[in-house]
T-cell receptor, first 114, second 113 residues
């Protein structure tokens, strides 16, 4: 079935380095994508989103890139900090799919080493 | 912290029992969605409620049901609990159609023994 997945379950980076988290999706009808951060004991927290008519969007220290040709999404975090340690999920939505729910990937655990 | 609150935070049930989980949405939000998150997995969409009606559903059996009240709070009911129902149940509120403003609660951790 259609699904959103991630390439790596765990990513370890040094504090201050940049990190890149990747995501592949398979639903070609998806037109809206979101990155979430989930810390232990909390619900997912919105980081940044992008619509399918864009290929790049920047926020504070974060950038999302969308490559529709290969159905690939990435989240770049600049100058990582200890507070960036969390599980990161990509999620997608097909606005023509009826149910207004998000399809999440399995997540990447980002570990920031001092 | 979001304004979405869920209760209880933890719950233990036995197989075959029924459970009700509760969610208070963020002020001003009229739509509530429920997600199931198994250990080590991403959340899975169960259903969404808007104007007290279910208006979207994921791939979950009918023993998963819900309610939304006039104050936009919501309940998730699961009948005939199975061991695989053990998971973190997340509630999220938003304005209808505003997925970019979807706020999640901290969830209810359900264990089925």
């Amino acid at each position: 079935g259609e699904s959103v997945g991630l390439h790596l379950p765990t990513l370890s980076v040094q504090e201050g380095d940049n990190s890149i988290i990747n995501c592949a999706y398979s639903n070609s009808a998806s037109d809206y994508f979101i990155w979430y951060k989930q810390e232990s004991g909390k619900g997912p927290q919105f980081i940044i989103d992008i619509r399918s008519n864009m290929d790049k969007r920047q926020g504070q220290r974060v950038t999302v890139l969308l490559n529709k040709t290969v159905k690939h999404l990435s989240l770049q975090i600049a100058a990582t900090q200890p507070g960036d340690s969390a599980v990161y999920f990509c999620a997608e939505n097909d606005s023509g799919g009826g149910a207004d729910g998000l399809t999440f990937g399995k997540g990447t655990h980002l570990i920031i080493q001092p | 912290e979001t304004g979405v609150t869920q209760s209880p935070t933890h719950l233990i049930k036995t197989r075959g029992q029924q459970v009700t989980l509760r969610c208070s949405s963020q002020s001003g939000h009229n739509t509530v969605s429920w997600y199931q998150q198994a250990l080590g997995q991403g959340p899975q969409f169960i259903f969404q409620y808007y104007r007290e009606e279910e208006n979207g559903r994921g791939n979950f059996p009918p023993r998963f049901s819900g309610l939304q009240f006039p104050n936009y709070s919501s309940e998730l009911n699961v009948n005939a609990l199975e061991l695989d129902d053990s998971a973190l149940y997340l509630c999220a509120s938003s304005l209808q159609g505003a997925l970019e403003k979807l706020f999640f609660g901290s969830g209810t951790q359900l264990s089925v023994l």
